[in-house]
């Protein structure tokens, strides 16, 4: 690999790193259901992002449903506690970079394999946040996060990191190979419908969450997955 596709890689690992600040970000100022449902907004950043990064022939279909999470969101915005606005704003600002990485990713994949890129865009956004941490210590902010993590939480972490961070990263860059960034988007939005499930189940987010939180969700799913359907038709059409 030439030094211009190695920096390009972990620039782009850098954009993971903020996007995991800004995720975990607004499950802090908010709660997860919030910052989960932030994230479907992904497909229509994608829907925005796509076709000026990777040069693919503008959809209007996929802009239409991506708009269509305008008023899902608007709903939820109006029916949460002033409390979690600034949550609701990082959420949107981490699904934007989630966007943005997974579109260079789908431009540059064909630069080298999945485990390398995995490797340098992970090992980029570690090195990244090291350092932040490191500033943040030994400029005296007092975040209590510098403290090194219980027995207990290693075993999280590692579950987090092996798991549902290092596997996952791989298999989605692998399935850029094979479909567009709004796709694999749009298939990352499932994580809303279990994440909040499990929100409630484990963190009892329900109680800080009124019935019109919950509708604007529905709204949104719709949209998102209405896409596959509306794909087809569409092709079906082209093809006749």
Request: some cysteine.
């Amino acid at each position: 690999m030439d030094a211009r596709d190695f920096w390009r890689y972990a620039g782009i690992g850098v954009l993971v790193g903020l996007h995991w600040v800004a995720f975990y970000g607004a499950i802090k100022l908010a709660n997860a259901s919030v910052a989960l449902i932030c994230m479907a907004t992904t497909a229509l950043f994608t829907a925005l992002l796509e076709p000026f990064i990777v040069r693919t022939p503008f959809r209007v279909y996929e802009l239409l449903l991506g708009l269509l999470i305008i008023p899902g969101m608007a709903l939820i915005v109006t029916t949460i506690d002033a409390s979690l606005h600034l949550g609701l704003v990082v959420g949107l600002v981490s699904a934007f970079l989630a966007a943005l990485f997974a579109t260079l990713n789908k431009r540059y994949i064909g630069k080298a394999n999945p485990m390398r890129i995995t490797f340098l865009e992970l090992g980029s956004a570690w090195v990244f946040l090291s350092i932040v941490l490191a500033v943040m210590h030994f400029s005296g902010s007092n975040t209590g996060i510098w403290w090194p993590p219980s027995s207990s939480d290693w075993v999280y972490l590692a579950l987090l990191a092996f798991l549902c961070t290092t596997v996952a990263y791989t298999l989605n860059i692998k399935a850029l190979q094979h479909i567009s960034a709004f796709a694999s988007n749009l298939i990352i939005n499932l994580e809303p419908v279990y994440g909040i499930a499990l929100a409630w189940i484990i963190l009892g987010d329900q109680k800080e969450l009124s019935p019109g939180f919950y509708y604007g969700v529905v709204i949104i799913l719709l949209a998102v997955f209405s896409y596959p359907f509306l794909r087809r038709k569409l092709r079906h059409k082209e093809a006749m």
